[in-house]
DNA sequence: AGTTCCCCATGACAGATGTCATGACTCTCG
DNA sequence: CGAGAGTCATGACATCTGTCATGGGGAACT
């Protein structure tokens, strides 16, 4: 029987996944978590064979959840399933130590047949991710860069971003332009919107 | 018995609510849509008592999938579950004849007792997203600075939402810079976004 | 030691953007 | 009918942004 923890912010979602996976024989919903954090507590506690994991969660982001499981709870196989699939979270993820990683989009069979190849020491990813996140590349931009478009997203002006960010607006505006080049987009929101959309911030 | 037609594209989710609301000896899924278009050509086929509908899909809105329900099937009453609760589209969405409208937060008792609330003609509405909408107040915006705002949340510099929206430059100008001036915005991508969270656009 | 890349900054310039004044046309409402 | 509001446009002005040249300092690699 392997043991799951189940962590999902909608608490709909949350209560028919562990029905749907409840059908399975050979399944089990030991643990389910509303956050992150909560997440965590109760994987200490109930120390679960595999943990399904929502990417996106009031406090603490899937990825990071994963993490601190990986660390704390080395014998747990964390896997991710998630609404909007960008490129970054996936690498993000894989290299958190995740072994599974999967949109909602998949089928029931799908989601329960990953459950156990992770359990077994497998890895899983959705080949639809994964060509996405082939094809968006690594990122071309340096990591202040990053930081400074992260920023921009918002749509704050440049004086903003710079006491944000505790650079002088001159400094912004060339990290910014050099990434509206890199991106090929025409103005630093688009830039923004489009590095997001690639997962590179 | 309730028959009902589940429309979402999350495979996942949406296998997982039937198995959940099939456990409710009152309740039984007859048909399941991953898209809107799918979701309107199986209503007309199976006639459902009530519609359970996703309101992101990848073609039709939740919303416009309602209105096309509203028309066609009058004796099918709809509901809609979301995922991101913004004000706009709950009142967008009652405007289109929706009598349920719900977070995926909810449990699922309360998803199955809304369903037969709207069945027996009763309207449920999540008191958060209520509230929320309450609070986000009516749109100060006139029909032509929302649209213009909304091209201008994509980043994209005024010469093309000016082509885009078929008017002069200067116009879109003029509208954008009302507009920043109504949200209290900096710039048009700030009003954009604000406008976007109000659920104005 | 030299090269290369990133970080941070400044200054200058052109073009994009935000703001304001102004005006014509249309529609609605009292 | 007149008032008010929305739509569309133009012109002028100040400011913001994007781009480019330039330079010092530090880290990494050859």
Known sequence: MIRILLADDEHLIRGAMAALLSLEDDLEVVAQAATGAEAI??????????AVIDLQMPDLDGVAVA????????????????????PGHLKRALAAGVRGFLPKTVSSDVLATVVRTVHTGG????????AEAISAGDSPLTPREADVLELALEGAPIEEIARRASLSPGTVRNYLSSAVGK?????????ARFARAKGWI
């Open 67 to 86: 993490q601190s499981l990986a660390v704390e709870l080395p014998t747990c196989s964390t896997m991710i399933v998630t609404s909007h699939g960008r």
């Open 183 to 191: 991106t090929g987009a025409s103005n630093r929101h688009e830039a």
């Open 123 to 130: 890895r899983y990813v959705d080949p639809a991710l994964a």
């Open 41 to 50: 507590a109760t994987a200490r506690v109930v120390r679960p064979d595999v």
